[in-house]
């Protein structure tokens, strides 16, 4: 009886703390929003303009060293700001959150824009969170392309790093100290307390998108980052990309706590691949000889004031370096006999642990040296060391020959001309990409100054220090491929691989981090309108609980008569169409897919999109309008649109996007104003993900062929090997079946967007035919499936479709 008296007294006592805390908590509540009422009126700039310091892009002068005073400052330095407001109140209520990710900040956008048409827009507390890439407001971060460089200068410049510190003099080498101060980058000046702190009350007090937040930073001149991590605290709803919620690391460093909160994750198709991408990366050989010759140019500059620790924390980095760059510069066994008449196999997958055993480095503990690398903060000190040797004058500029340090002076002349020859590689790949035709659409004066906008040279030893964070994973949850040779593989659509060796971490097991989610939230719920098939997700990310799993599955918003879909076997002629690789370029199969787009152009009214299964089968297609005459014809009817290449790398992937977002524009404009357009788009590109083709703009969605990738693929092969291991045979061919499909699905799902809309859906292959494909389509299409023996029953039945929608336009109208 005393036991039960003393667990209720105890019970009692915290119910009563709880009850404080939550008296507290909404007692802030109602003076934030008592204050919004007077915030509304100093949204007018102060006046005061805050002093301009030193240019981030000179970050990183000639005292960016390691020596044993400096790390004890940056150890005491790297204890975020956060953790110790968390320690002065460790108490504190919590309202249950709801997390809400989706892959692109536009969808995010898109779902903050309902938010506020429903009944609870004006009392939910609603925060928009992104990383300081998308965020940041500052004038020299803005120009900075690299999320990891940006982040650490944020950081410094949050912490105000004016410290005096110690440094050498001009060739590194006398042992005389003398304090200065560090040339640094200075206190953000839109990190104040108070402003940060308005702009967080604002954000909970109205709902902001991330546009939104970014604006009401820059007239407030508060940095909406960190006023959206404090926001967070007290959001109900937080919006966030895939990225913060499903890296662990950032995670953290943001401040997210899912402990106890409801997890909704949106376009849930691309869960699995995108959390393998998170955690895969990819060093090539010319960024390990890079890193190696800037760290041992930093070494030999500064040598002398290393203590012993550092020295050697050094020398084992310069060690696994050469190790790895050996791996990708041995020549591979050559075949035997027997197999010469092969094709030899210009890729190795190795287990992290035979990696390190075959670069006899498995006794180095790598742990210990990435921890070294980010107390010491080793990458910004490299990042600059490497700036500053870009800077210096030559030697012809009236600059007398070093007396001495010829190691060093060779070593600083190899760097420059490994920098030089790098920014050649980028120049001469840029100017390819700027040959490339874009129809109808002229590239802007705007957009020409962005691309020769000046670009910040970064260091290779973030990407190795993030391949040495792989190394440490579970040796069973990936694989490395290994790429060691200079010839180019063989690719076809987006599979593609870089001419140039390199590393690359492959991650076969998302669920390992995925865990943490799982374990953390009272609920996850995993939706999406193109998932199926489901079966993966279950299997892959959820096998150690199937009891939490319950599956849900809801029609369409649309009515059933509002899309109509046909499975198209036969071209007008008659003949089979069957786009597989072996086939789909053959002139007949050419000549059959121009005929099908000239014939539907002529009874689709107004925009007509087709997914094509690559970007060099969309060049071919094209010719083959133009050689046949029937691109002429079309355009008569409609005008012609292509989407451009964008999953070119080095650097011209932004200007791609701009070209795709111009064409999107001129799309519609023309749509909306003339008489039609069918844009030729690709599978897996930019846009068959993520964008509205609502209304007119997409009356008709076309998929020519199944877009099934390269099976030949090494990560492919090893996938499809690691899951029928794991998850019993025939599991490797789902889930290659199942990554086409996913692609297939998300096409469709372009085209009826909303409880009004309507449009055909023609899927180009007789495979669609085939029982086990339809089974994978979604199934609001499926039951409405029609398989049409002739190509006649296809055009009269669309002619028929079109008809009876403008009927019942206008007597609604």
Same mark, same amino acid.
């Given at each position: 009886? *005393?036991?039960?008296?003393?667990?209720?007294?105890?019970?009692?006592?915290?119910?009563?703390?709880?009850?404080?805390?939550?008296?507290?908590?909404?007692?802030? /509540?109602?003076?934030?929003?008592?204050?919004?009422?007077?915030?509304?009126?100093?949204?007018?700039?102060?006046?005061?303009?805050?002093?301009?310091?030193?240019? !981030?892009?000179?970050?990183?002068?000639?005292?960016?060293?390691?020596?044993?005073?400096?790390?004890?400052?940056?150890?005491?330095?790297?204890?975020?700001?956060?953790?110790?407001?968390?320690?002065?109140?460790?108490?504190?209520?919590?309202?249950?959150?709801?997390?809400?990710?989706?892959?692109?900040?536009?969808?995010?956008?898109?779902?903050?824009?309902?938010?506020?048409?429903?009944?609870?827009?004006?009392?939910?507390?609603?925060?928009?969170?992104?990383?300081?890439?998308?965020?940041?407001?500052?004038?020299?971060? %803005?120009?900075?392309?690299?999320?990891?460089?940006?982040?650490?200068?944020?950081?410094?410049?949050?912490?105000?790093?004016?410290?005096?510190?110690?440094?050498?003099?001009?060739?590194?080498?006398?042992?005389?100290?003398? %304090?200065?101060?560090?040339?640094?980058?200075?206190?953000?000046?839109?990190?104040?307390?108070?402003?940060?702190?308005?702009?967080?009350? +604002?954000?909970?007090?109205?709902?902001?998108?991330?546009?939104? +937040?970014?604006?009401?930073?820059?007239?407030?001149?508060?940095?909406?980052?960190?006023?959206?991590?404090?926001?967070?605290?007290?959001?109900?709803?937080?919006?966030?990309? *895939?990225?913060?919620?499903?890296?662990?690391?950032?995670?953290?460093?943001?401040? $997210?706590?899912?402990?106890?909160?409801?997890?909704?994750?949106?376009?849930?198709?691309?869960?699995?691949?995108? $959390?393998?991408?998170?955690?895969?990366?990819? !060093?090539?050989?010319?960024?390990?000889?890079?890193?190696?010759?800037?760290?041992?140019?930093?070494?030999?500059? *500064?040598?002398?004031?290393?203590?012993?620790?550092?020295?050697?924390?050094?020398?084992?980095?310069?060690?696994? &370096?050469?190790?790895?760059?050996?791996?990708?510069?041995?020549?591979?066994?050559?075949?035997?006999?027997?197999?010469?008449?092969?094709?030899?196999?210009?890729?190795?997958? +190795?287990?992290?642990?035979? +990696?390190?055993?075959?670069?006899?480095?498995?006794?180095?503990?790598?742990?210990?040296?990435?921890?070294? =690398?980010?107390?010491?903060?080793?990458?910004?000190?490299?990042?600059?060391?490497?700036?500053?040797?870009?800077?210096?004058?030559?030697?012809?500029?009236?600059?007398?020959?070093?007396?001495?340090?010829?190691?060093?002076?060779?070593?600083?002349?190899?760097?420059?001309?490994?920098?030089?020859?790098?920014?050649?590689?980028?120049?001469?790949?840029?100017?390819?990409?700027?040959?490339?035709?874009?129809?109808?659409?002229?590239?802007?004066?705007?957009?020409?100054?962005?691309?020769?906008?000046?670009?910040?040279?970064?260091?290779?030893?973030?990407?190795?220090?993030?391949?040495?964070?792989?190394?440490?994973?579970?040796?069973?949850?990936?694989?490395?491929?290994?790429?060691?040779?200079?010839?180019?593989?063989?690719?076809?659509?987006?599979?593609?691989?870089?001419?140039?060796?390199?590393?690359?971490?492959?991650?076969?097991?998302?669920?390992?981090?995925?865990?943490?989610?799982?374990?953390?939230?009272?609920?996850? $719920?995993?939706?999406?309108?193109?998932?199926?098939?489901?079966?993966?997700?279950?299997?892959?990310?959820?096998?150690?609980?199937?009891?939490?799993?319950?599956?849900?599955?809801?029609?369409?918003?649309?009515?059933?008569?509002?899309?109509?879909?046909?499975?198209?076997?036969?071209?007008?002629?008659?003949?089979?169409? =069957?786009?597989?690789?072996?086939?789909?370029?053959?002139?007949?199969?050419?000549?059959?897919?121009?005929?099908?787009?000239?014939?539907?152009?002529?009874?689709?009214?107004?925009?007509?999109?087709?997914?094509?299964?690559?970007?060099?089968?969309?060049?071919?297609? *094209?010719?083959?309008?133009?050689?046949?005459?029937?691109?002429?014809?079309?355009?008569?009817?409609? %005008?012609?649109?292509?989407?451009?290449?964008?999953?070119?790398?080095?650097?011209?992937?932004?200007?791609?996007?701009?070209?795709?977002?111009? &064409?999107?524009?001129?799309?519609?404009?023309?749509?909306?104003?003339?008489?039609?357009?069918?844009?030729?788009?690709?599978?897996?590109?930019?846009?068959?993900?993520?964008?509205?083709?609502?209304?007119?703009?997409?009356?008709?969605?076309?998929?020519?062929?199944?877009?099934?990738?390269?099976?030949?693929?090494?990560? &492919?092969?090893?996938?499809?090997?690691?899951?029928?291991?794991? /998850?019993?045979?025939?599991?490797?061919?789902?889930?290659?079946?199942?990554?086409?499909?996913?692609?297939?699905?998300?096409?469709?799902?372009?085209?009826?967007?909303?409880?009004?809309?309507?449009?055909?859906?023609?899927?180009?292959?007789?495979?669609?035919?085939?029982?086990?494909?339809? %089974?994978?389509?979604?199934?609001? $299409?499926?039951?409405?499936?029609?398989?049409?023996?002739?190509?006649?029953?296809?055009?009269?039945?669309?002619?028929?479709?079109?008809?009876?929608?403008?009927?019942?336009?206008?007597?609604?109208?």
């Amino acid at each position: 009886m *005393y036991s039960k008296t003393s667990e209720q007294k105890q019970e009692l006592l915290e119910l009563k703390e709880i009850k404080k805390l939550l008296d507290e908590y909404e007692e802030k /509540l109602k003076v934030i929003k008592e204050k919004q009422k007077s915030l509304k009126q100093k949204k007018v700039a102060n006046g005061q303009k805050s002093k301009k310091g030193t240019s !981030i892009l000179e970050t990183g002068g000639k005292e960016d060293i390691l020596d044993e005073q400096n790390v004890v400052l940056e150890e005491i330095d790297n204890n975020d700001e956060d953790e110790e407001i968390e320690s002065e109140k460790p108490m504190k209520y919590r309202d249950v959150q709801i997390f809400f990710c989706s892959r692109t900040h536009t969808q995010l956008a898109q779902v903050v824009k309902e938010i506020k048409r429903t009944v609870y827009g004006e009392r939910v507390r609603c925060v928009s969170m992104a990383s300081r890439q998308q965020l940041c407001i500052h004038k020299d971060l %803005r120009k900075i392309t690299n999320t990891a460089l940006i982040n650490e200068l944020c950081l410094d410049m949050a912490k105000n790093t004016n410290s005096k510190v110690t440094s050498c003099d001009g060739d590194g080498c006398a042992k005389k100290k003398s %304090r200065v101060n560090m040339k640094s980058v200075g206190k953000c000046p839109h990190k104040t307390q108070s402003l940060v702190q308005e702009l967080s009350e +604002l954000s909970l007090a109205e709902i902001l998108d991330i546009e939104d +937040l970014v604006s009401e930073g820059e007239q407030l001149e508060a940095c909406p980052y960190y006023s959206a991590r404090m926001a967070t605290q007290m959001g109900q709803i937080v919006m966030l990309p *895939y990225q913060l919620l499903l890296h662990k690391k950032s995670r953290e460093l943001a401040g $997210i706590d899912l402990r106890g909160s409801i997890v909704i994750i949106d376009e849930a198709h691309n869960l699995l691949d995108c $959390i393998s991408d998170i955690y895969s990366c990819e !060093i090539t050989l010319g960024q390990l000889q890079s890193v190696q010759h800037q760290i041992v140019a930093y070494k030999m500059k *500064y040598a002398s004031r290393f203590n012993s620790a550092n020295l050697l924390s050094i020398n084992r980095l310069i060690f696994v &370096i050469k190790r790895l760059v050996k791996l990708l510069t041995t020549p591979a066994t050559q075949p035997t006999v027997a197999e010469s008449n092969e094709k030899p196999n210009k890729f190795r997958m +190795l287990c992290t642990y035979e +990696l390190m055993s075959e670069g006899d480095f498995f006794n180095i503990d790598l742990y210990e040296l990435l921890k070294f =690398c980010e107390r010491t903060r080793f990458a910004q000190k490299l990042q600059g060391f490497a700036k500053t040797l870009t800077m210096e004058p030559k030697p012809s500029e009236n600059q007398p020959p070093p007396a001495s340090g010829g190691k060093s002076a060779a070593a600083v002349g190899l760097l420059k001309r490994l920098q030089q020859n790098h920014e050649e590689k980028l120049s001469k790949s840029n100017k390819q990409k700027k040959q490339e035709v874009v129809e109808d659409v002229k590239v802007s004066p705007n957009t020409e100054e962005k691309k020769q906008a000046p670009t910040m040279i970064i260091s290779s030893l973030r990407p190795l220090l993030t391949f040495l964070e792989a190394l440490c994973e579970k040796a069973e949850d990936g694989r490395i491929l290994v790429n060691a040779t200079d010839e180019m593989s063989t690719n076809t659509g987006s599979n593609k691989y870089d001419s140039q060796p390199s590393l690359k971490y492959i991650l076969l097991r998302p669920e390992s981090h995925f865990q943490d989610v799982v374990k953390e939230a009272r609920a996850i $719920i995993v939706a999406g309108g193109t998932m199926q098939p489901t079966n993966e997700l279950t299997e892959q990310l959820f096998s150690s609980c199937p009891e939490r799993v319950k599956l849900r599955f809801y029609d369409h918003v649309v009515p059933e008569d509002a899309v109509l879909p046909f499975v198209v076997t036969k071209g007008p002629s008659g003949r089979n169409l =069957c786009f597989n690789f072996s086939q789909r370029s053959s002139t007949v199969m050419l000549n059959e897919l121009c005929s099908v787009l000239e014939n539907l152009c002529n009874v689709v009214p107004a925009g007509l999109v087709c997914f094509l299964p690559s970007y060099d089968y969309l060049n071919s297609v *094209y010719e083959q309008l133009q050689k046949s005459g029937i691109l002429q014809r079309i355009s008569n009817k409609k %005008r012609v649109f292509r989407e451009p290449r964008s999953d070119a790398g080095g650097g011209g992937g932004s200007s791609a996007e701009q070209n795709v977002d111009q &064409i999107l524009a001129e799309y519609s404009r023309v749509i909306k104003h003339q008489q039609g357009a069918l844009l030729l788009s690709v599978v897996g590109g930019k846009l068959s993900e993520g964008l509205n083709f609502a209304d007119d703009l997409g009356r008709g969605v076309i998929v020519v062929g199944l877009p099934y990738p390269y099976v030949n693929s090494p990560e &492919i092969q090893e996938r499809m090997s690691y899951l029928d291991k794991t /998850l019993g045979p025939g599991s490797g061919a789902e889930y290659y079946e199942n990554l086409c499909m996913k692609a297939v699905n998300q096409c469709i799902g372009r085209s009826v967007r909303h409880i009004r809309d309507y449009a055909c859906v023609y899927l180009l292959d007789e495979r669609y035919a085939r029982e086990n494909i339809q %089974r994978k389509l979604p199934q609001w $299409i499926s039951r409405h499936l029609q398989v049409a023996a002739t190509y006649g029953k296809v055009q009269g039945g669309t002619v028929k479709f079109f008809k009876q929608k403008k009927l019942k336009t206008d007597e609604s109208g």
